[in-house]
């Protein structure tokens, strides 16, 4: 299979790993801003009649977009057979539904641009809450892999009579999974989110926190109030460190800090790259760029 990976400016690390298993060539972008801050990009490679795998992981995304769709853009111009996007943290899914009247869905909105340009899309536990799947939002074929067995077993193999702790009620899907991989109890907190940075974390039963290693498990830390208030509510509770761990640790805020402070032991996957990363998700992409990239014929595609 003729795949050509074109990593964006960060995403570097994560397409050498995955190159290295797929056998694939890794492109060169020249991309850079001009004075007045337009994007200047040239392809150095050559894509004509070949797979093109875009790597961008897309946390702080109003800077990557831009960029990411002229580059789609570029390669299909120069002749790429297929473009596909790998985004192991995928933008604008939380935006769900119109919360209050004349807001936007971004969610909607930011599915249908990256559709128009690229031809499948691959990532990683995306925030999946009013919506079922990402075909209802997207119109090209997507793929979602999953970290929680990889979660599982870095928690089997580094926390000795773990208790899967989930921060809200939406977290249950990941750590229910988690738990159960990981041959180990969970239970669920509940939160109150008043603000993007205002939550409140309550616990209903203390007696669930139980003699175990606190370990609580989230798909995402964007500000971090989720994490720090469920840190300073089991700390108050256990005498166990609490492992903060993350799918995508995106640490707006500095709140990688501020967990740290709290007395966190954070970790994450590399879908997003981070001092914190200790579980490498590209294994988990493997097989879905082959598949993607092989089959010319998948519905709802160029
Ligand atoms: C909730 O919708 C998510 O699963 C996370 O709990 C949330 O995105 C974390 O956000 P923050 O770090 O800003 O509290």
Sequence with gaps: MNILLLPQPGNEAIARLVAATLGAQIGRVEQRKFPDEETYLRLDSDVNGKQVVVV????????????????????????????????????YM????????????????????????????????????????LSEIYSIPTKVVHAAPLISEWIRLNIPDPLIIGPDSESEQWVSAVASDAGAPYTVLQK???????VEITIRNPHDLGGRTPVLVDDIISSGRTMIEAT??????????????AVHGIFADSSDALLAKAGARVITCNSIHHE?????????????????????NCSGGR
């Design 276 to 296: 914190t990363n200790a579980i490498d998700i590209a294994p988990l992409l493997i097989h879905e760029i082959q598949d993607l990239a092989g089959n010319i």
């Design 192 to 198: 109150l989110r008043r603000g993007d940075r205002d």
């Design 56 to 91: 961008c992981t897309l946390d702080r995304p109003d800077n990557k977009i831009l960029p990411l769709l002229f580059l789609a853009a570029t390669a299909r111009e120069l002749g790429a057979k297929r473009i596909g996007l790998v985004a192991p943290y995928l933008a």
């Design 232 to 245: 300073k509510l089991i700390a108050a509770r256990t005498s166990g460190i609490p492992h903060c761990i």
């Design 94 to 133: 939380r935006q769900d539904r119109r919360f209050n009247p004349g807001e936007a869905v971004t969610s909607r909105q930011f599915a249908k641009l990256v559709s128009e340009s690229f031809d499948w899309l691959v990532t990683v536990d995306p925030h999946l809450h009013r919506y079922s799947s």
